[in-house]
């Protein structure tokens, strides 16, 4: 697939209501990825991945355990467009969608990845079980290493344990050398 394509892509219902294809934005050869759900609102009207809420504490939670400011890692989303009224995005629509993630894991040839939340934590390591059981653990898509966590959204209802569940997280993410 050419990532030249992903910006008008319609393989999915997704594209009916989306206003942007949120492809990702960061260094093309960053070493880590960064992998959240779907786009929110505020990232489907500008076109930018994680610039909400949500965005602004995993950044600063990335920051202060690994030591990484968002321009040094990529960040891009399982699902590329926003789904109505930010449903959880179907498995199909995942699905539809995992191609693009597979070429752009492909294309930036990361040393490390995060997924972040239930949703990512599948689409980038095939876990079966839910986040609450895969965090923290150390997964591979293909042999690139790498750690889910919570989604930060998860962390604004959840309060200081998530956050903190986060951070223990990261820091296990961190122990593979970044
Ligand atoms: N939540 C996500 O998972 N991704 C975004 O880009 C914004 C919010
Ligand atoms: Fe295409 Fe993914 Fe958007 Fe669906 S969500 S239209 S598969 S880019």
């Not at 604004?156 to 997280?169: E, K, S, T, W």
Request: glycine share 10%; with cysteine; aromatic share 6%.
């Amino acid at each position: 697939m050419d990532l030249a394509d992903l910006p008008s892509c319609r393989a999915c219902a997704l594209s009916e209501t989306r206003q942007r294809v949120v492809v990702g934005s960061g260094p093309a050869a960053s070493g880590l990825l960064v992998v959240g759900e779907a786009p929110g609102r505020h990232e489907d009207e500008g076109g930018e991945p994680f610039v909400g809420r949500s965005g602004q504490l995993l950044v600063r939670l990335i920051s202060e355990e690994l030591g990484l400011v968002r321009a040094q890692y990529f960040i891009t989303n399982a699902v590329k467009c926003r789904p109505p009224h930010n449903r959880t995005p179907r498995v199909s629509e995942v699905a539809s969608c995992r191609p693009w993630l597979e070429t752009q894991i492909v294309a930036l040839r990361p040393r490390w990845l995060l997924a972040v939340g239930n949703v990512a934590a599948r689409a980038v390591f095939g876990f079966d079980d839910g986040i609450s059981r895969t965090h923290g653990l150390v997964a591979h898509w293909g042999d690139v290493p790498g750690v889910a966590t919570y989604h930060p959204a998860a962390a604004l209802r959840g309060g200081p344990n998530v956050v903190d569940v986060m951070r223990a997280d990261l820091r296990a993410l961190r122990s593979l050398g970044i």
